[in-house]
């Protein structure tokens, strides 16, 4: 593993953070493409990006903080702002960052679930990206195992574990691709790619966590997989009232 990616004099580039942000601009570099391509101007994708990633990271720390380390980040308070060094969880990053775009786009009167459909796919690309920062800077590892693919993280010990990292980018890629195909194949109803992003991440999520090693979470695997399997059930009744609603018909409940 590889913490720090590179050293510029007294400057030391850490491979999570550089991944991130790498993950943020290749995001952005295909929705400002794609709203081109569609002839649209690409300023209200900026402003979003630029909103989502003060919210999502601020966010996404906060939920890391107070899930998995609080006692430790409480008795080191700086030591919140090193986010380059790891530690932010993707739900608290999606969660606040969404919010975010969401309160903007009804202040801007911009429709809120097309414009959810639009960045979903980006933001699984971006995801897979950023994963990859994770594998360079050796956490978010998975359980020790006798696969051929397993890795060894010299900084937990010299035991082969699954590539947790490396599944979570795989299926980062794989959403994204299955979400660009079912956009092109034509949306149903406003929401279903968002919801679909979201059901297909929570699935994938449920199962990789069973092969990680949360240690610092108290209910451990099962219980992160269950907080998958419950953000998926949940897109899941969404998506079923969206659909119902765009046909006209009352879902039934």
Known sequence: MRPVLFEIGNLS????????????AVAT?????QSKKGGKSPDIVLDCVLIAVISGVIGARLFYVFLYEADYYLAHPLEILYIQQGGLAFYGGLLSGLLA?????LIRRIP??????FVAPATALGYAVARFGCFMNGCCYGKTTTIPWGVVFPAVDGL???????YSMLAGLLIFIFLVWKSQKGIRFPGQIFCLFLIVYGLSRSVIELFRENTELTAGPYGASLVALLLALLSGILYYFLSKRAKGIRPEV
Do not use: E, N
């Open 29 to 33: 570099l295909w929705m400002v493409y």
């Open 160 to 166: 082969a574990r699954h590539p947790t990292q490396i």
């Open 112 to 117: 809120v679930l097309p414009f959810l459909d």
């Open 13 to 24: 580039i850490y491979s999570y953070g550089f991944f991130v942000a790498l993950g943020i």
């Open 101 to 105: 775009i969401v309160i903007y786009l």
